[in-house]
């Protein structure tokens, strides 16, 4: 039983993040994967129900490495999540705004994102390359829209920390109290599973290393890995499953090699496929499983953008950063 799956429905991104791999795919003109159909979107889950791989308790995360409201049918791939009465999640950069229907579409959403790369336009203009306040106002909409629709979780932000993005987390926690949003700030990291390799291998290229030095901040990943890191013993990634626009599995959430097709595969022995393959063994070997589903949340950062900040405003620190209070 694996208590998440990573479904990646959109394989299309629209954002330019340089420490992305489907960014740095977007910049370089290389091909990224696409739209899942949703006839065959529906077959798989059905398929796992049906072999007990998931249940009603599993959480169906609708991303991975594109940006899930570019599918054009997405309104009907949470119908097709509902009816099979699924938990799911989704994240959004917010650049596109829809209009969703129903009050109740969203009841099953147990985990609802949106991903920012800093609160002004001179961060977006360096990561994602949108219309800043195209994004805030996006964020406003779809809130209000997905409220009406019966969510019961708390949206949040997930804030990703730039050198040059940290003064502004404590104006992107007054939007979140504002708008009764939840905040998870943490730091920007190399999201490219080959990028990431080399940087701990010490072979990433100069190019990227001299910017790694002017944007991100490096030494909570290096204290980690290279200081403290915990031998090898398991990995989360072994929970879950994942899944690409084309209903592959793939290594798992951070390395998209193509497995096979669910339908072909023993998925009781799908951990002892992974652990063998040669994207695991790298992985091991230069201690990336560190920061699966690891990322690091800088409290003396946040701290810091919240002092001064009234205690009726800022609420309690809690399991996902903290969740303003509102009044």
């Known amino acids: 039983m694996f208590s998440r799956v990573y479904f990646e429905i959109s394989g299309k991104c629209n954002g330019r993040c340089h420490w992305c791999q489907t960014g740095r795919k977007n910049k ?9 159909e949703v006839g065959e979107f529906e077959r798989t889950l059905v398929y796992l129900l049906e072999k007990k791989a998931i249940n009603n308790q599993t959480q169906i995360m609708l991303f991975n490495w594109g940006e899930p409201f570019l599918h054009p049918k997405l309104p009907d791939i949470l119908k097709v999540l509902n009816n099979l009465n699924l938990n799911w999640g989704i994240s959004t950069n917010a650049s596109k705004r829809i209009e969703f229907m129903g009050e109740d579409t969203f009841k099953r959403c147990q985990y609802f994102c949106f991903s920012m790369s800093g609160f002004s336009q001179d961060s977006y203009d360096k990561i994602h390359g949108f219309n800043f306040e195209n994004i805030t106002e996006n964020i406003v909409s779809i809130t209000n829209n997905i409220r009406l629709c019966g969510i019961t979780s708390t949206p949040i932000i997930a804030f990703h920390i730039y050198q040059f993005n940290i003064e502004e987390l404590r104006p992107a926690i007054m939007f979140a109290a504002k708008h009764e949003l939840g905040i998870l700030p943490s730091y920007a990291a190399i999201n490219d599973f080959e990028r990431m390799i080399k940087y701990l291998s010490g072979k990433l290229e100069y190019e990227d290393v001299l910017r790694a030095g002017k944007e991100l901040l490096l030494h909570p990943m290096d204290n980690i890995n290279f200081i403290h890191r915990p031998a090898f013993t398991t990995c989360s990634q072994f929970s879950f499953l994942s899944l690409d626009s084309d ?28 652990k063998s393959s040669p994207a695991c063994k790298r992985c091991i070997k230069a201690g990336l499983y560190v920061f699966s589903h690891n990322s690091s949340c800088p409290s003396t950062i946040i701290n810091g953008a919240m002092k001064g900040l009234p205690q009726f405003l800022i609420g309690q620190k809690g399991a996902i950063g903290f969740t303003p209070k509102f009044t």
């Open 247 to 274: 209903c592959n599995l793939i290594t798992c959430c951070g390395d998209s090699t193509v497995i096979g097709k669910v339908y072909d595969t023993d998925l009781t022995k799908l951990n002892s496929i992974r």
């Open 28 to 36: 370089n003109h290389e091909p990224t994967g696409g739209f899942v």
